[in-house]
């Protein structure tokens, strides 16, 4: 079945491309999406089932996509909107899609990859296909960003290749013929203390490219800032939950070896120091979507440090990526109106959105409730187990810390979101674009997920994600 949707994918994907007819674009995009449904359904009912002996539909990989195939559909009507109120060419749509359906099946293919080496690849393939998408508009700063990101994001896959290099002379005495996640972890077990620490070391700091964390954070900043909005959701979202994926799973196979301790501290360490990080920023930043990016690796810190707390966390870290991923793609969302509107990104030259723009000022306003983890959100859900499980494995001076910078970003947050809707200042341009109230409809979907999703998760869901964890706990 995996098989089938490589194919297919790709070969939607290379027609998309040649195609410049407006009419079979829309018979394309919605067969893709078709193919993306069916195979997130066959992998939710076939679970753990190997496929093309590569792939496998465990639990996590399972959660992860089904949230991407979610936005695979918000972000293509976003991406119609976006680009018809650019006036793109008929050409510079189809490379668009085209990279955007090649960047959802490489992503799927990491999700669900089962094999350390397979894995990789697919998620230095994220990179060359996001890549096209970052450098849409032809600026020269999507030019900077796009080599920023290319050059940041492959040392760090490179630097994890070298740990799995590493890997394999560690566990070559042991004559291992494969990279599966479930053989790894019984090999292990022989390896040497140190080689264990620093085959960790190398993959973690090459996976927090793709996640967001300190020290690799910086990749995705400028990303983030230049890339059209509708792919700024999916590189805050979609894209930063392979880095966790990869984080997790790499997390998962030393789990039950000596430098269980030692893992959680280096996580504790990247979390902690993207949450002071992204604090520092938030404070000063006045870019709408450098500020939403930065929000983004605060929140990826507080993923880490659930993972390193153990126990509830794990649970936690997973459901609180669900919830980030649904909240950040209705920022970038509702940003592209927000641009259109006042035709700039600069928060101070903004304000007074509820009187310009009424059913995306609400948008907003539940962003800030859904974002700064107030009830009903869910994220209060995720984010009181985190420190639930901080508490209970005794890392007091760490739990203050996060809810001090936590503060700090929460009162930055606040400042700037209120400041766009409520700001009175007189001289502001009158609106330049009245968006469609009905362009808000996916996003109020999305936050209502949110809300519903923390208040009464279904078991199925539950479910999924208690398998993911089972082995940790």
Same mark, same amino acid.
């Given at each position: 079945?995996?098989?089938?949707?490589?194919?297919?994918?790709?070969?939607?994907?290379?027609?998309?491309?040649?195609?410049?007819?407006?009419?079979?674009?829309?018979?394309?995009?919605?067969?893709?999406?078709?193919?993306?449904?069916?195979?997130?359904?066959?992998?939710?009912?076939?679970?753990?089932? !190997?496929?093309?002996?590569?792939?496998?539909?465990?639990?996590?990989?399972?959660?992860?996509?089904?949230?991407?195939?979610? *936005?695979?559909?918000?972000?293509?009507?976003?991406?119609?909107?976006?680009?018809?109120? $650019?006036?793109?060419? &008929?050409?510079?749509?189809?490379?668009?899609?085209?990279?955007?359906?090649?960047?959802?099946?490489? @992503?799927? #293919?990491?999700?669900?990859?089962?094999?350390?080496?397979?894995?990789?690849?697919?998620?230095?393939?994220?990179?060359?296909?996001?890549?096209?998408?970052?450098?849409?508009? $032809?600026?020269?700063?999507?030019? +900077?960003?796009?080599?920023?990101?290319?050059?940041? #994001?492959?040392?760090?896959?490179?630097?994890?290749?070298?740990?799995?290099?590493?890997?394999?002379?560690?566990?070559?005495?042991? +004559?291992?013929?494969?990279?599966?996640?479930?053989?790894?972890?019984?090999?292990?077990?022989?390896?040497?203390? &140190?080689?264990?620490?620093?085959?960790?070391?190398?993959?973690?700091?090459?996976?927090?490219?793709?996640?967001?964390?300190?020290?690799?954070?910086?990749?995705?900043?400028?990303?983030?800032?230049?890339?059209?909005?509708?792919?700024?959701?999916?590189?805050?979202?979609?894209? @930063?939950?392979?880095?966790?994926?990869?984080?997790?799973?790499?997390?998962?196979?030393?789990?039950?070896?000596?430098?269980?301790?030692?893992?959680?501290?280096? *996580?504790?360490?990247?979390?902690?120091?993207?949450?002071?990080?992204?604090?520092?920023?938030?404070?000063?930043?006045?870019?709408?979507? $450098?500020?939403?990016?930065?929000?983004?690796?605060?929140?990826?810190?507080?993923?880490?440090?659930?993972?390193?707390?153990?126990?509830?966390?794990?649970?936690?870290?997973? %459901?609180? @990526?669900?919830?980030? &991923?649904?909240?950040?793609?209705?920022?970038?969302?509702?940003?592209?109106?927000?641009?259109?509107?006042?035709?700039?990104?600069?928060?101070?030259?903004?304000?007074?959105?509820?009187?310009?723009?009424?059913?995306?000022? *609400?948008?907003?306003? *539940?962003?800030?409730?859904?974002?700064?983890?107030?009830?009903?959100?869910?994220?209060?859900?995720?984010?009181?187990?985190?420190?639930?499980?901080?508490?209970?494995?005794?890392?007091?001076?760490?739990?203050?810390?996060?809810?001090? %910078?936590?503060? !700090?970003?929460?009162?930055?947050?606040?400042?700037?979101?209120?400041? !766009?809707?409520?700001?009175?200042?007189?001289?502001?341009?009158?609106?330049? +674009?009245?968006?469609?109230? &009905?362009?808000?409809?996916?996003?109020?979907?999305?936050?209502?997920?949110?809300?519903?999703?923390?208040?009464?998760?279904?078991?199925?869901?539950?479910?999924?994600?208690?398998?993911?964890?089972?082995?940790?706990?």
């Amino acid at each position: 079945m995996f098989g089938y949707y490589l194919i297919i994918g790709f070969l939607i994907g290379i027609v998309s491309m040649l195609n410049r007819n407006c009419m079979v674009r829309i018979i394309l995009l919605s067969t893709f999406l078709a193919v993306q449904t069916a195979i997130t359904v066959y992998a939710y009912f076939h679970l753990n089932e !190997i496929s093309s002996g590569y792939f496998k539909s465990d639990a996590l990989g399972v959660i992860f996509l089904c949230v991407l195939t979610i *936005l695979s559909f918000t972000t293509f009507y976003h991406s119609f909107i976006y680009l018809k109120h $650019r006036k793109d060419s &008929s050409r510079s749509q189809s490379f668009y899609f085209a990279a955007l359906i090649m960047l959802i099946i490489v @992503m799927t #293919c990491a999700y669900l990859a089962s094999h350390l080496g397979v894995m990789w690849v697919f998620i230095e393939l994220t990179t060359l296909s996001v890549a096209v998408l970052i450098y849409h508009e $032809r600026t020269p700063l999507s030019l +900077e960003a796009t080599w920023k990101y290319v050059f940041i #994001c492959s040392i760090g896959i490179t630097i994890t290749f070298i740990g799995i290099i590493l890997l394999s002379i560690a566990i070559g005495e042991t +004559e291992i013929t494969n990279f599966s996640f479930n053989a790894i972890p019984a090999q292990l077990l022989r390896v040497n203390t &140190s080689w264990l620490k620093m085959i960790f070391l190398f993959m973690i700091v090459g996976f927090c490219t793709k996640m967001g964390l300190f020290p690799m954070h910086t990749a995705a900043i400028d990303a983030h800032t230049v890339a059209p909005p509708p792919i700024s959701a999916f590189i805050s979202t979609t894209l @930063m939950n392979v880095g966790f994926v990869s984080i997790f799973r790499t997390y998962s196979i030393f789990a039950h070896t000596s430098i269980l301790p030692w893992m959680n501290t280096i *996580l504790f360490l990247c979390g902690l120091i993207s949450i002071i990080v992204s604090a520092a920023y938030l404070l000063k930043v006045t870019h709408l979507k $450098r500020m939403s990016a930065y929000s983004s690796i605060e929140h990826m810190g507080l993923a880490a440090i659930g993972i390193a707390s153990g126990g509830i966390g794990y649970f936690a870290a997973i %459901f609180h @990526m669900i919830l980030h &991923s649904f909240v950040k793609a209705s920022v970038f969302y509702q940003i592209d109106q927000f641009h259109r509107n006042f035709k700039t990104y600069m928060i101070n030259e903004t304000g007074n959105y509820f009187n310009r723009n009424l059913p995306g000022a *609400l948008v907003f306003l *539940l962003i800030l409730i859904s974002i700064t983890a107030m009830p009903p959100s869910g994220l209060f859900v995720t984010e009181f187990w985190i420190f639930k499980a901080l508490f209970t494995s005794e890392h007091i001076f760490i739990f203050i810390l996060v809810l001090f %910078f936590l503060s !700090i970003a929460m009162y930055s947050l606040a400042k700037n979101f209120l400041y !766009i809707l409520f700001n009175q200042t007189k001289d502001l341009l009158p609106a330049q +674009e009245k968006p469609n109230p &009905s362009e808000t409809l996916t996003q109020y979907f999305l936050l209502a997920l949110v809300f519903y999703l923390g208040i009464n998760p279904p078991s199925g869901m539950i479910n999924l994600i208690q398998e993911a964890v089972k082995n940790l706990l």
